[in-house]
């Protein structure tokens, strides 16, 4: 179920799956509107999208009052026939509550999407679970790192989670 909103005021600071990874990366966040004006240009050049990243797209979000439409680069995998995108909970977010009609542009004509926003702890651990395995550098930039074995670390994916994180899920209209 997706859930919109803040997180429950009763979350525990403590972190059940131990200690975030001390030699994790930092989160790059603050310079995430930087970065966006730089990535949302070079995503509009059709020679260049391609060459920008495979897994990166424009999400065309409709404000809700506004009415005025907002290009935010995103960063997607692949999943079970839908998208996934991993990110922090920002004002945008909000537009897409209530199973809001969405489009993305990743190198061709827009295409329409169903949105789904997971703000619940569990989805949030699952899902981004599935993004960091798939995309270690969208895992970097949300401040996630890896387990010698491989695997993301559950605490760096809880302390995203704590921090706000969320993940938009995108089905196919």
């Known amino acids: 179920m997706a859930i919109l909103g803040a997180m429950s005021d009763s979350v525990s600071p403590e972190n059940p799956y131990g200690t975030p990874t001390t030699t994790g990366p930092e989160p790059i966040r603050s310079f995430q509107s930087t970065l ?15 060459i920008v990243g495979k897994r990166l797209a424009t999400l065309h979000v409709v404000g809700r ?4 439409v907002y290009d935010i680069p995103v960063a997607y995998t692949t ?16 537009n897409l509550q209530g199973g ?3 489009r993305l ?3 061709g004509a827009p295409e329409t999407f169903t949105a789904t926003v997971y703000t619940d ?7 981004y679970a599935v993004i960091a395995r798939d995309n270690k550098q ?5 401040g996630i790192g890896y387990l010698p074995d491989g695997e993301p670390s559950k605490a760096d994916i809880y302390q995203t989670w704590q921090q706000g994180g969320v993940v938009i899920g995108l089905t196919p209209r």
């Open 138 to 142: 969208n895992a970097k930039f949300n």
């Open 65 to 68: 009052k506004s009415g005025a």
């Open 79 to 94: 999943h079970g026939g839908d998208l996934l995108i991993g990110t922090a909970l920002r004002p945008w977010v909000k």
């Open 121 to 127: 702890e569990q989805q949030v651990l699952e899902l």
């Open 100 to 102: 809001a009609q969405v």
């Open 105 to 107: 542009s990743r190198g």
């Open 36 to 50: 966006n004006t730089v990535v949302r240009g070079l995503l509009k050049v059709p020679i260049l999208s391609g």
